[in-house]
């Protein structure tokens, strides 16, 4: 039997982690009298995260269809911007917001330990997309064509790995912020 908040296997946020997410949906967090700077801004980060992922695997498949000069320079680019943006965004959640907010909640310090799997988790997608480029790369600078199919897999991987993480780091952090208003910014 897999484990319910693995996240290589779980489809969302499980039931009993969803305390605070039923009392506080999505679709109410905007009208939030809490709904702060400090969410809008977490919530564009996570945002950020989504679009360049999708550039970077439009970019592959437009190359992949018809080689484009500048697919070398720009893939580099967007996945170095990528990676270090966000492993820095974990090391201040995992660092500054979660030992903090775990504390507000005890109902959820599970869900914070998921989270926290999550990120360690989230070491081996970091290499393969990183593997995976620079040896696009590599090819790219030795004047092969360089295959790229590895590379959209391991984007494609990462993509889902980062969306089902994202979505459900939003559900459990999201409310604890509008209920409780902590002053951690």
Known sequence: MSDPLDIATRHGLPDELRVLARLYPRSDWHGHPNFSDLVAFWLDRHLMFREIITRMQSATQMHMASPQARFGTEIARYTGFFLNQLHEHHGIEDHHYFPHLKTLDFRL?????????????????????????????????????????????????????????????????????????????
Do not use: S
């Open 109 to 185: 310090v599970r869900a914070f330990d998921m989270l926290d799997a999550d990120h360690h988790a989230l070491d081996g997608h970091i290499h393969a997309l990183a593997g995976a480029t620079n040896t696009v790369l590599a090819d790219l600078r030795a004047g092969k064509a360089g295959e790229t199919g590895p590379l959209l897999e391991a984007q494609q991987e990462f993509d889902r790995f980062l969306d089902r993480h994202l979505a459900d780091e939003e559900e459990v952090i999201v409310p604890v912020l509008l209920k409780y208003a902590p002053d951690i910014g």
